[in-house]
């Protein structure tokens, strides 16, 4: 398992706004992903990230919309730009670890309220 | 694409009722199935896996699942809940080549005391 950290726990933003939100993970991971968890609902995955190449977006994303860095097997970065009400939701990352059985690991999460 | 449902949105239980949580998926293929826990105000965690191999697998807390295939089902159960338990549980699925990692709606569990 690995310890994860996610930066804001919260916030809340105006809409047009962007917000870029941190995960950190304790040891060197080769797959990272971003959820979006909507009030009420199951999680949805936005995009996997790996290190050294484009982030994979699922459909109904697009990197215009929330673009991701991942600079290093233990960092990578959403933001979610020019935000809308309708963003608001609760935004996690997870890692899976090479050889590990492709169960993932969940931070705990960064809840966006966007007014 | 491959879907997963839950049977209960919210279950709602006595403190040493038995519990069954509903999981089935469309995928047709060999896919690796989980259930996660997410207990009031912290993050997911995982409460058990099946890969392969015995298709009655145990996890952490007294939880165990059985994998039916010919049903595409993977039920939570537990003989004994206890007030701790209340949380909500989601079921998810992945394909076997790694991708396409799915999660099931969730199902709310209340544990009356």
């Known amino acids: 398992s690995a310890v994860i950290s996610q930066k804001p726990s919260r916030d809340i933003c105006q809409r047009g706004t962007s917000l870029t939100i941190q995960c950190q993970v304790d040891?060197?991971?080769?797959?990272m992903f971003w959820y979006r968890q909507q009030p009420g609902q199951s999680l949805t995955l936005i995009a996997t990230?790996?290190?050294?190449?484009?982030?994979?977006?699922e459909s109904g994303f697009v990197i215009d919309k929330f673009p991701i860095s991942r600079p290093n097997l233990t960092f990578s970065t959403l933001t979610v730009s020019n935000m809308s009400p309708e963003d608001s939701s609760i935004y996690l990352c997870?890692?899976?670890?090479?050889?590990?059985?492709?169960?993932?690991?969940f931070g705990p999460g960064t809840r966006l309220t966007v007014t | 694409a491959q879907s997963v449902s839950q049977h209960n949105h919210h279950v709602i239980l006595s403190e040493a009722a038995s519990l069954e949580l509903g999981c089935n998926y469309s995928?047709?293929?060999?896919?690796?199935l989980f259930w996660y826990v997410q207990y009031p105000g912290q993050h997911l965690q995982l409460l058990l896996k099946?890969?392969?191999?015995?298709?009655l697998v145990k996890g952490i807390k007294g939880f165990e699942a059985e994998f039916i295939k010919s049903k595409f089902s993977f039920n939570l159960r537990k003989p004994s809940v206890q007030w701790s338990d209340t949380a909500e549980y989601f079921c998810?699925?992945?394909?076997?080549?790694?991708?396409?990692?799915?999660f099931g709606p969730g199902t709310r569990l209340s544990v009356l005391p």
């Open positions: 997870s890692v899976e670890f090479e050889g590990g059985g492709y169960e993932q690991y």
């Open positions: 040891s060197q991971v080769t797959m």
């Open positions: 099946y890969f392969s191999g015995d298709p």
């Open positions: 995928y047709g293929g060999t896919v690796n």
């Open positions: 990230a790996n290190q050294g190449s484009e982030a994979t977006y």
């Open positions: 998810a699925v992945m394909d076997n080549y790694g991708q396409n990692f799915v």
